[in-house]
């Protein structure tokens, strides 16, 4: 049976009554099923420990959304040994059935979907849209990366030597370790995860601990399809007691990590240690934040500009590598634009996401909701003006009003630093220059933006605004499988290129065959 071409899953449309109400039942059953305990997954076999912890709604932190293992040192070697030996025969699975076990999984979460985006709403505060573009994604990343497994899994031609029949062909690495981050819950973890399984893979995937209830619901629909026990192991826990362990163990042939510049860093430095016992170089796969910015010249349409900044900014409540945390305005706007955002960013209703009308919801934990307000704190004691918000939204959650704040330095730490919330620094530039200048003053390069109607400053944009994904006259946020391969430059991470057509081979490697034949 031939495979229709990828196409990108469209989203929920919420003026419609039915997909309200359908989204409004999942809640319901998602709130019923609060507080619930779920076990680690060794091969196959759930496991129960005596040490747990508590994933809770940041909108509500004294709920429960569910209880988790807290694993340690024999559970992580006990997971790379499962690992290890479903690799034994996951290897050698035609890349037919691999591909067969992705789009299972795609055709079971669009099932499954209002139910998925239910969870992400209740344990890390997505709004409806916010969470339901994840599932969208999560989708996405399986039916692309079964296509293209279909594509790498074949013969590859090389260059004819007479008297060899040559070819390349791409076999998998071995065990990897996933460590996928809580804002993009399922989206990321899908990719990350199915990305090594399609390419023969298998792995130990450790959710973020913010975000371990949306991990379980995507392992259970790798078991509802039918994916063999080990191919997939499912730990919780802290980094520091379990990911340590298994980034070193001499039996990891990979790491995919995505999450802050810190723990990238000492996970590329832990990984790169040679272990007694191992016999390879380990890969690493990182995707480490940004800092990220879009230039407005004087040409640009500002309502517009204005539209997509607030959008790139605040959108899930800026907790995103790719939002947009400096917008660079050409003296001549400036003003005027000050004045758009303000009033804009004021007309953002904060709250409680399972509201629909709420758009923006709560930062993920307590520790960020205080880290972000010293960071506002501090934006302001270093010179910036605050035009909008500056303060928590009040509630038992951890709400933050959506901030923003002008007359930044170029230097300043709130236009350096990855905050990872709600706050936007709006930094005025003499020229274009000059613009594009601070737009390249940080140590990222994920993603940036222009707006402009002058196809001399585009182009020029096109070629110095040094970051992996740069959008022109758009929003920063919101890559599309397939049509926006992601990932940065310097400290954004390896340039992994999630969703494009050089993924897989981050998965796999190349054996060159030549047989010699008599004439």
Not at 23 to 37: D, N, W
Not at 55 to 81: M, R, T, W, Y
């Amino acid at each position: 049976m031939a495979i229709p071409a990828f196409r990108n899953e469209i989203c929920v449309d919420w003026s419609i009554p039915s997909n309200r109400k359908k989204q409004e039942q999942a809640l319901a059953s998602a709130r019923a099923g609060l507080g619930k305990e779920y076990p680690i997954v060794i091969g196959g076999k759930r496991v129960l420990l005596p040490q747990k912890f508590h994933s809770l709604n940041p909108s509500k932190p004294a709920e429960i959304v569910g209880i988790f293992q807290k694993g340690d040192g024999a559970v992580a070697q006990g997971a790379i040994d499962a690992a290890a030996s479903a690799f034994e025969k996951w290897k050698d699975v035609p890349f037919t059935r691999r591909a067969d076990f992705l789009f299972k999984g795609a055709k079971l979460m669009r099932k499954r979907r209002f139910d998925l985006n239910a969870v992400m709403i209740l344990e890390v505060g997505k709004s409806w849209a916010e969470a339901d573009a994840d599932t969208a994604e999560a989708i996405d990343f399986l039916e692309y990366y079964g296509r293209e497994i279909l594509r790498y899994g074949t013969d590859h031609r090389v260059v004819k030597v007479a008297g060899e029949k040559g070819k390349l062909v791409y076999i998998p690495l071995g065990v990897g370790i996933i460590i996928p981050p809580w804002n993009f819950p399922l989206a990321i973890l899908v990719g990350t995860t199915m990305s090594a399984v399609a390419a023969g893979n298998a792995v130990v995937l450790k959710p973020s601990s913010d975000s371990p209830l949306t991990g379980w619901k995507f392992v259970e629909i790798m078991e509802d399809v039918g994916l063999p026990p080990g191919v997939i192991n499912f730990v919780t826990g802290p980094g520091g007691a379990v990911g340590d362990i298994l980034v070193q163990h001499p039996k990891t042939r990979f790491v995919s990590f995505t999450g802050s510049k810190e723990v990238g860093i000492h996970i590329y430095e832990t990984a790169a240690k040679v272990q007694p016992g191992q016999a390879w170089l380990k890969r690493v796969v990182a995707e480490m934040g940004g800092k990220d910015s879009i230039v407005v010249d004087e040409s640009s349409d500002l309502e517009d500009a204005a539209k997509a900044v607030v959008a790139s900014a605040f959108g899930f409540q800026g907790q995103k590598c790719s939002a947009c945390s400096r917008v660079i305005v050409h003296e001549s706007v400036y003003h005027k634009f000050v004045e758009m955002l303000s009033a804009r960013t004021g007309a953002l209703r904060v709250g409680d996401v399972t509201d629909p009308q709420n758009t923006i919801g709560p930062v993920v934990n307590k520790r960020a909701q205080e880290s972000i307000l010293g960071y506002i704190e501090k934006g302001i004691r270093e010179g910036g003006r605050l035009v909008a918000g500056g303060t928590s939204a009040g509630g038992e959650g951890y709400f933050i009003r959506p901030t923003v704040i002008a007359d930044v330095d170029p230097s300043a730490t709130i236009a350096q630093e990855e905050i990872f919330g709600p706050v936007l620094t709006v930094i005025k530039a003499k020229n274009f220059d000059d613009a594009l200048a601070i737009a390249n003053n940080t140590e990222y390069g994920l993603t940036g933006a222009i707006f402009s109607r002058n196809r001399k400053n585009i182009a020029r944009a096109e070629k110095e605004f040094f970051v992996g994904n740069l959008y022109v006259n758009r929003k920063c946020t919101g890559a599309l499988v397939g049509a926006h391969p992601f990932g940065g430059f310097n400290m954004s991470g390896t340039d992994s290129k999630a969703g494009g057509q050089d993924y897989l081979l981050l998965f796999l490697q190349a054996k060159a065959i030549a047989e010699k034949i008599k004439a």
